[in-house]
């Protein structure tokens, strides 16, 4: 068939569409009825075309993502299997989690990792360990981001690791290592706190910022430079791929303002706010469209959360459907074999560029304001994070905001107090802190402990 499909049909006017849906509502407001504000202020309507998008935003993609474990890594004899156990089960990325500091030769003792990637989220970190976790890493041939994060240390607990002066010595140490990345930003603490789409990328950008002011100021930029990123996934499919694209085009003009070439490095981790201790099958539909998602937007590498991660300690059932949730998704759905499937979306198009112009203004008031922590220090960040939280909070009280299996469609007869193996209700720790952390709170709290009460 010589003729192309399309040319047999009429083009059809963005008016003409507009005309043709008023005239099916019957009388009814098209504005009050069609159109839909988000809570990043970005009005949604009912069509979209090559009229109202005429332009590609031109994200760039990775050539592949990566399917991602993570591993905690309390004792090293334990952690070292499962990362074995994980890689032989079709693992290409480990992400090393710790909260204190351990023997790093012998968690990589013996082991061959050339073309793994080791992503790292520690909670501590010391001159010492850097220099000993470096040179055992890059021994084992891994591709190693080890994942610095002061202002992120500062923004989950209240205080640095050690210093104000100190941390920022160990950022200077964190480039200098022979690693593929040194330092990373975690915009996974402002999204896991409940902030929206837009927050996370204005907040990620001028976050971002601070590391390059400083770097800028000690004259310590390299000619080249990697930041790993670390993100958490929504529940809204086309806003969250909309996140990662726009934020690549945000990342893209600070790096030109730099004069200077930055790679962003991105693993994306599906967030605990919505996931639930009822029902928790449900979680792993919820992880899945979150999973597709961060792949759609363009992320390097995706780590997903087992379904009972919120309410069972690490076990091998619960990480091997994680795992093999994302095998199904790049080797059954074949989402490797398309790099670039969101582009040229008019919908994911639009809504891309309304984030990233309006995450772009939000960074320039913090940045007026001088910069992300000194905005930390004021909580300014803290209270606009809290507000949103607590519209979301809001909805699901009221129904407004469905989860399925908790407060739409519940099991009235499920109990499962005897199968809570973890505390899975925010911990209120008493302690000093020279900042307002970040409240990390899933949304179904009150009604599982109120549920719980009375089983």
């Not at 204190?100 to 013996?110: I, S, Y």
């Not at 002011?213 to 996934?233: C, G």
């Not at 790679?263 to 449900?282: C, E, F, Q």
Request: proline share 4%; glycine share 6%.
């Amino acid at each position: 068939m010589s003729e192309q499909l399309f040319e047999q049909f009429d083009p059809v006017s963005a008016k003409q569409w507009k005309q043709s849906i008023q005239a099916g509502l019957r009388g009814a407001d098209y504005n009050e009825t069609l159109l839909t504000q988000t809570p990043e202020g970005i009005t949604i309507k009912p069509f979209y075309n090559a009229e109202t998008t005429p332009n590609n935003c031109n994200v760039s993609y990775p050539e592949s993502w990566s399917v991602t474990q993570a591993i905690f890594v309390h004792d090293t004899r334990i952690a070292r299997g499962l990362m074995l156990k994980s890689i032989d089960g079709g693992a290409e990325a480990i992400l090393l989690q710790a909260k204190t500091v351990f023997d790093a030769p012998a968690l990589f003792e013996g082991l061959q990792l050339a073309g793994i990637t080791l992503y790292c989220d520690f909670d501590f970190y010391t001159a010492d360990f850097l220099k000993e976790f470096s040179a055992a890493a890059q021994q084992s041939g891994a591709e190693v981001h080890l994942g610095i994060d002061i202002i992120g240390h500062l923004a989950r607990s209240g205080n640095w690791i050690h210093s104000n002066e100190q941390d920022h010595q160990l950022l200077i140490e964190s480039i200098k290592t022979p690693l593929a990345s040194g330092f990373g930003v975690h915009i996974d603490n402002y999204g896991n706190a409940g902030a929206n789409a837009m927050q996370q990328l204005a907040y990620g950008l001028a976050h971002t910022n601070e590391y390059l002011n400083y770097l800028a100021q000690k004259d310590a930029f390299p000619a080249e430079l990697s930041i790993s990123y670390h993100w958490s996934i929504g529940p809204n499919y086309f806003m969250e791929i909309a996140k990662f694209r726009a934020f690549k085009l945000l990342l893209a003009s600070l790096q030109h303002e730099y004069d200077t070439n930055i790679r962003g490095v991105h693993l994306a981790r599906p967030s605990r706010r919505n996931k639930t201790i009822y029902d928790p099958n449900v979680n792993m539909l919820r992880t899945t469209t979150e999973c597709m998602s961060a792949v759609l937007g363009g992320v390097d590498a995706v780590c997903n959360l087992p379904y009972d991660a919120v309410y069972h300690k690490s076990n091998d059932f619960g990480e091997r459907i994680s795992r093999n949730q994302l095998l199904i998704l790049k080797h059954e759905s074949y989402f490797d074999q398309v790099i670039n499937a969101a582009d040229g979306a008019y919908f994911i198009e639009d809504l891309t560029k309304d984030l990233a112009e309006k995450a772009l203004e939000v960074f320039k008031q913090i940045e007026a304001s001088g910069g992300l922590v000194n905005a930390l220090k004021l909580g300014t960040i803290q209270r606009k994070i809290k507000e949103q939280a607590k519209a979301v909070q809001e909805a699901f009280n009221n129904d407004a905001l469905p989860l399925l299996g908790t407060n739409l469609y519940p099991k009235s007869d499920e109990k499962v107090g005897q199968t809570v193996e973890l505390y899975p209700f925010l911990k209120q720790e008493q302690r000093k802190t020279i900042i307002e952390p970040l409240i990390i709170k899933r949304i179904a709290e009150n009604h599982e402990k109120n549920r719980l009460d009375n089983e």
